[in-house]
């Protein structure tokens, strides 16, 4: 099971993100994950969740999105962000985004990936976790209602990826 705890440093769980667009909040966090990890270029990472966005909309319904990406780098690396203002992120359901899960994925660890991509999906997709993430009222609230609510759904004996 992925340790969702270990891929969310503090840096890269906030509640309450003014943003604009789209396009600032995938800034914003390309700089905030740059910063929690020597090494990786926040330009290399904004252009990479770029062109994923390209290829088609992270955004899944139910104001939740997973911006994700491959990138060269040492390991799995994510961001948990609410926002104050939704913004669009062209989701199936035309709502706009105020939940994200940003997850960045070794070139080499597709099953990791998955793995993660599954997890956040699980939490996402139970309406009464998404409005308690809604409810955070502080970063450490935010993250500790993700991990507590991902490590609780993986534990269900028929947990399946759900959808929202």
Request: proline share 7%.
């Amino acid at each position: 099971m992925i340790e969702l705890n270990s891929l969310l440093p503090a840096d890269c769980v906030r509640s309450g993100v003014t943003v604009n667009s789209r396009k600032a909040v995938l800034e914003w966090v390309a700089d905030r994950l740059a910063m929690a990890h020597p090494g990786i270029s926040s330009r290399s990472l904004f252009n990479a969740l770029m062109e994923r966005e390209r290829l088609g909309s992270t955004g899944l319904g139910a104001g939740v999105a997973v911006p994700h990406c491959r990138l060269d780098c040492p390991r799995l690396m994510g961001a948990l962000l609410s926002l104050t203002r939704p913004v669009s992120f062209d989701a199936p359901d035309g709502e706009p985004v105020d939940l994200l899960f940003i997850l960045i994925a070794p070139q080499d660890e597709p099953s990791a990936h998955l793995e993660a991509l599954a997890a956040v999906a699980r939490v996402f997709g139970d309406s009464a976790e998404r409005d308690r993430l809604r409810d955070a009222g502080s970063d450490e609230a935010l993250k500790h209602r993700f991990v507590v609510a991902a490590q609780r759904l993986a534990s269900l004996p028929d947990a399946t990826e759900a959808t929202p």
